[in-house]
């Protein structure tokens, strides 16, 4: 199974824009096929420019639109990369062109964009997602006159605001072991000390971080559940507990979520505080990337053809998918100038 992150488009209305009303139709246009749109970035050499190339570097890629939903865009985006080898026992360059997935959920109202998380293609989903924008934007923005922006889905990053949000639900909060040594905890937790947030509170950090390292040194899968002593009530939020003071500190200082899990088994991963930097905070979801990688060469892994069942059957799977990660309408709507 793949990651795929989860990002969305953005539509910044501009002056005087052309048929802003048809934004995704405009952007619909741009995947019509595989020529529609070039990709690329920097300016091209001297050399590249006698070639007939526009960029410095041009990713290529290749559309496929769901045959039972079309305004659903399945796209391979390939980086092209320099690697050494070896030839006739001297060094030499290779290209290699490996790629990734991005799905664009274009519906009606509809902005999600699932990018594959694939080291060997692209550093990071957030460099396909500056790529993509930037080009389309370019686009959009010279002939309709407005701009777009390509944008990380996080988790909540403000546990509080969360659970105070979701309190009346969440019956029991879940927070992880350690991944990190303790002198790299207390580290940490050091740090926080001073700087005078209201959770903070150390009291308990070396029994808590203890018991959490046993654990993992044993190789149990555990982790500090908290549920309110009446099951039948919700666990409300609690700013003042020692107990939960210092099992946030030690949340916040390992840099790891929590879990808020409500009545109806709904599950909340929150971070305690914003850090744009770990990709882990990016919403993420699962999806067999051999599945999108078989619409287009229409062949099953085993080598079989894929027959119509087999068509229908992957994308209602990716329907699926899309419709967990819905991101609707939120574009800017200032007033045209005239």
């Excluded at 993992?216 to 107990?243: E, G, I, N």
């Amino acid at each position: 199974m793949a990651r795929f992150a989860q990002y969305y488009i953005k539509y910044h209305h501009e002056f005087a824009p052309y048929d802003w009303e048809d934004r995704q139709k405009h952007l619909g246009a741009l995947f019509d096929n595989d020529d529609s749109i070039v990709f690329g970035t920097g300016e091209p050499s001297e050399k590249q420019k006698e070639e007939g190339e526009k960029y410095a570097r041009t990713f290529n890629h290749r559309v496929y639109h769901l045959q039972n939903s079309p305004h659903i865009i399945v796209m391979q985006f390939a980086n092209s990369i320099d690697i050494p080898v070896e030839a006739s026992f001297k060094p030499a360059w290779a290209k290699d062109e490996p790629s990734c997935f991005v799905i664009i959920d274009n519906r009606e109202n509809l902005r999600s964009v699932a990018i594959q998380k694939r080291k060997k293609a692209f550093g990071s989903p957030g460099q396909v997602a500056r790529i993509l924008a930037a080009r389309i934007d370019e686009v959009l923005y010279r002939d309709m006159c407005y701009r777009v922006e390509i944008l990380p889905e996080f988790y909540p990053e403000d546990l509080f605001a969360a659970w105070e949000k979701l309190q009346q639900n969440v019956c029991e909060m879940r927070f992880g072991v350690p991944g990190m040594t303790p002198d790299e905890i207390l580290r940490k937790v050091e740090e926080l000390k001073g700087q005078g947030k209201e959770y903070f509170d150390d009291s308990l950090m070396s029994p808590l971080m203890q018991i959490a390292l046993e654990a993992k040194k044993a190789k149990y899968k555990y982790f500090y559940k908290v549920m309110p002593a009446d099951t039948k009530v919700a666990l409300y939020v609690d700013k003042s507990s020692v107990f939960m003071k210092n099992l946030v500190t030690m949340s916040r200082a390992m840099n790891m979520p929590v879990e808020l899990v409500t009545k109806d088994a709904g599950t909340f991963r929150c971070f305690v505080e914003t850090d744009e930097d770990n990709m882990d905070k990016i919403v993420c979801r699962e999806f067999d990337a051999d599945l999108l990688e078989q619409l287009f060469t229409r062949t099953k892994k085993d080598g079989e053809p894929l027959e119509q069942g087999d068509i229908t059957r992957i994308e209602g799977e990716i329907v699926e998918m899309l419709n967990g990660m819905k991101h609707e309408s939120e574009d800017d709507e200032g007033e045209q100038v005239a």
